[in-house]
């Protein structure tokens, strides 16, 4: 069976990363809109590189748990294309295979001036000189509010060739992440939703399963 899996935030709240609803949107009394777009990194570069810095040490320190951990398990059993919208490498470090990061990730560096990736440092700064192009002009390789999310044509792909749509600890407010369930519905998936409540596209799934991702991933896997 050919299984797509959608994970946000949630899928990572018991590994201790605080995920955007617990922040109400809000960091240094910032709106996350403000601070995780391209304008928000010309206004401050300092201060978005703040909130990814601390974002990266979190990551750095947080484990991968028993969430991740089933979904590695499923791909051992399955066709599975995991997509996430979360920037921490928990998915990788607890064994899945394959991971399709359309958010970006905390891990890399990308230069605002000629486009050149490379692994980001623990800390990040914006006048952190480009290995390529030597502008000082370093960004977080992350895809900001109003940017084009990454891999989009191999996601829409996954999800119109999936029997099975899943989506865990996802809020469903960010698009086009929260399209992708009714996407699969409309090609003829099964969908279920694994989440602590209800989220806003809940809707568009045939299927939930309700309580922490610790408890539902691993039942729905076994
Ligand atoms: C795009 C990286 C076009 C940054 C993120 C006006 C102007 C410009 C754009 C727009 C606009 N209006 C709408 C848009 C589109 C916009 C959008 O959707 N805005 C929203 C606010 C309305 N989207 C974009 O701009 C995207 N780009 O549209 O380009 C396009 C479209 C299609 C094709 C080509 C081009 C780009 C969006 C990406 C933004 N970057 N992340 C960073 O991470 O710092 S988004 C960021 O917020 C996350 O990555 C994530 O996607 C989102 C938060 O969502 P969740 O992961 O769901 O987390 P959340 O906290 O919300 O929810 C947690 C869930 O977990 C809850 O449901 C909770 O119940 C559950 N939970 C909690 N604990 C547990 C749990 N579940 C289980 N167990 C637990 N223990």
Known sequence: MRITVLTGAGISAESGIRTFRATDGLWESHRIEDVATPQGFQRDPALV??????????????????????LARLAEHHRVTLVTQNVDD??????????????????????????????AALVMRALDPCPSCGKPQTRPDIVWFGEIPYHMERIWEAVEQADLFAAIGTSGLVYPAAGLAQHARRNGAETVELNLAASAVSRDFTDRRTGPATEVVPQWVA
Not at 49 to 70: G, I, V, W
Not at 92 to 105: C, K, Q, T, Y
Request: charged share 20%; hydrophobic share 35%.
């Open 90 to 119: 928990l998915h990788e470090r607890g064994g899945s295979p394959e991971v399709i990061h359309m958010h970006g990730s905390l891990l890399g560096a990308l230069c605002a001036g000629c486009g050149h990736r490379w692994p």
């Open 49 to 70: 590189h703040r909130f990814y810095n601390q974002r990266r040490a979190d990551a750095a320190r947080a484990q991968p748990n028993l969430a991740h951990r089933a």
